[in-house]
């Protein structure tokens, strides 16, 4: 059975690229075009990895990771935050929030695969 992963992008383009590449790796990817939109489509299916950019209208990568965190569902799922942002506060902020980890754009495809297969095989 097909892992499934959400992913959440404001950018059409950063969302289609990430569906890309893991698609091609053998995921099934769901897209998210905000952190509401992510909430709603995590509330309705589960998954079994989310990715998420930070900066977004509606709801930030943050909020979004606090807000999974608290529903049962998604207390123990892993979740990577993707996004341009890469100071150490921020990143302190993530681990806080309860994200899985931190992965700074642009970022290697072969990378973020190697990323994915390591938390969800």
Do not use: C, H
Not at 71 to 77: A, F, P, W
């Amino acid at each position: 059975m097909l892992k499934t992963i959400l992913a959440v992008d404001d950018s059409a383009s950063i969302r289609q690229m990430v569906a890309f590449i893991l698609r091609s790796s053998g995921y099934e990817v769901i897209e998210a075009v905000d952190g509401m939109d992510g909430l709603e489509k995590a509330k309705a299916r589960s998954f079994n990895l989310i990715l998420t950019d930070q900066n977004m209208p509606r709801m930030d990568g943050l909020t979004l990771v606090r807000t999974l965190r608290a529903l049962t569902q998604y207390s123990t799922t892993p979740i990577l935050i993707l996004t341009t942002e890469s100071s150490a506060a921020m990143k302190a902020q993530g681990r806080a929030a309860g994200a899985t980890g931190w992965l700074v754009k642009p970022f290697d495809p072969l990378k973020l695969v190697e990323v994915v297969r390591t938390i969800i095989g």
